[in-house]
């Protein structure tokens, strides 16, 4: 194999994980993995909404999880609280509005009390 095309087909080897950690969820927000599950972050005005699912992309019961959002606003870490609201959405509401993609992450703990985080870019 040519050199230079052995290191193009590195360079994409080494880039396939960055893109299969972040990739678009069925809410319109973002999915990345949270310990043993995926988690969509979903954020409109002052609304942060996340969704539970397995690692085989199905819901998971929302009842019983804690979790919490710190996301970066304008350079600012800003805590949100989150709580079930229904079916595999965890909901809470941020003090400012936020962008669409924000950055940050999600904590969760669940109700055998496993902890897992995941990071949002």
Known sequence: MV???LAF???LLLALPVCAH?????HGGRVTDAGSYHVEL?????TVDVYLLDSS???VPAAGFKASA???VDGKPARVALTPADANRLTGQ???PLN???KGAVQLTAPDGATASGKFN
């Not at 979903?42 to 002052?46: G, L, N, P, R």
């Open 9 to 11: 087909a590195g360079s």
């Open 100 to 102: 669409a993609a924000p």
């Open 94 to 96: 941020a003090q400012v």
């Open 57 to 59: 992309e199905k819901p």
């Open 22 to 26: 972040e990739m678009a969820g069925k």
């Open 3 to 5: 050199p230079w095309r």
């Open 42 to 46: 979903v954020a409109k005005d002052k």
């Open 70 to 72: 710190i996301l970066i």
